[in-house]
C-alpha cells in the first residue's frame, strides 16, 4: 500500500478518536479505553479491506465483522458512520432512548453483524458465520474482534478448538490485546500469557503486529485474507487502551468512565497535536 494512503488512513483514525470521545461524552455514558486502542485496526478494516457496501448492507456476499467486545460500540459506530452506512449526524444520539446506537450494537443498527455484549460469545457466533459460508459456498471472509481481558472466558477457547477442527481458514479473529480490563491489568486479573503460542498450539495461524501502526495493520490483514491452509488466522493486535489520550492510556478507570468538561477539551487537544506520520 502506497505511504500516501497509510497517511490517509492514519488521519482517518486520528479524527474518528475525537468522534468516539464525542460521543462518550455527550452521553456521559459508554467506553472510551477500549475504544480508543480498537480504532486504529477498525480504520484499516472498514477503509481498506472489507467487502461491503454501505448502501447494502444486508448484500449476500459481503464479508462479515463481529465485534465481539461489544462495549466498544463507539468505535464501530464512529466507522459506519464514516462509510456511509447511516448519516453521521446520528452519532450525537448514541446510548439515547429510541436511538439506534444503543450502548452495545443491535441488528436493527445498518452495518452490525452481530448483537455484541456477552464476553467470549462474539467468536462463537464469527465460527457459525463462517461455517454457514462456506456450506453455502460464499467467498465472504468472516472477521471478528475479541479482547485481552475476554480471552479469560472458557467459550473463546472452545471456539478456538473447533474452528482449528473445522479447517475455518474463512475465519481471520483479531485480539485486541490492549493490556487492560475492567478492573485493572489482564496480567494482573489473569493472565492470558503468550496468546501467539497458544492459539498456534490450537492449530491457528498467527501473526502478531502493532495496533496502531497502519502499515503493520494493513499488512497483516492482507497476509491474514491470503492463508489458504486450511487453517482460521488470529492477528494478535498489541495496543494501548485509550491509545492518544494520556490520561487514559492504559488507565483502567477510563475502561467505562466517560470525561468530564475538562478531561473532554484536554483530551480533543491532545488527539489535534498527534503527528499521524510518527503515531503508531
Known sequence: MAKEAVLELKQKAKELRKEILTMVYHA????PGGSLSAIDVMVGLYHYKLKVDPKNPLWGDRDRFVLSKGHCSPAIYAVLADR??????????????????????????PGIDFAGGAL??????????????RLDRKSCSVYAMIG?????????????MA???YKLENLIVILDKNQV???GKVKDVMDIGNAGLKWKAFGWNVIDINGHD?????????????????????IIS??????????????????GKTPNDEEYNKAIEEIDKIDVKKFR
Open 28 to 31: 456521559q455514558s459508554g467506553h
Open 84 to 109: 456511509g452506512f447511516f448519516p453521521k449526524s446520528e452519532l450525537g444520539s448514541y446510548r439515547k432512548i429510541n436511538s439506534m446506537l444503543q450502548g452495545h450494537p443491535e441488528l436493527s443498527t
Open 120 to 133: 467470549g460469545q462474539g467468536i462463537c457466533f464469527a465460527l457459525g458465520i463462517a461455517l454457514a459460508c
Open 148 to 160: 485481552d481481558g475476554e480471552a479469560q472466558e472458557g467459550a473463546v477457547w472452545e471456539a478456538s
Open 163 to 165: 474452528a482449528s477442527f
Open 181 to 183: 480490563q475492567q478492573t
Open 214 to 234: 497502519m502499515s503493520q495493520i494493513v499488512k497483516a490483514l492482507d497476509k491474514a485474507s491470503k492463508m489458504k491452509n486450511k487453517k482460521p488466522t488470529i
Open 238 to 255: 498489541n495496543t494501548i487502551k485509550g491509545k492518544g489520550v494520556s490520561f487514559m492510556e492504559l488507565n483502567h478507570k477510563f475502561h
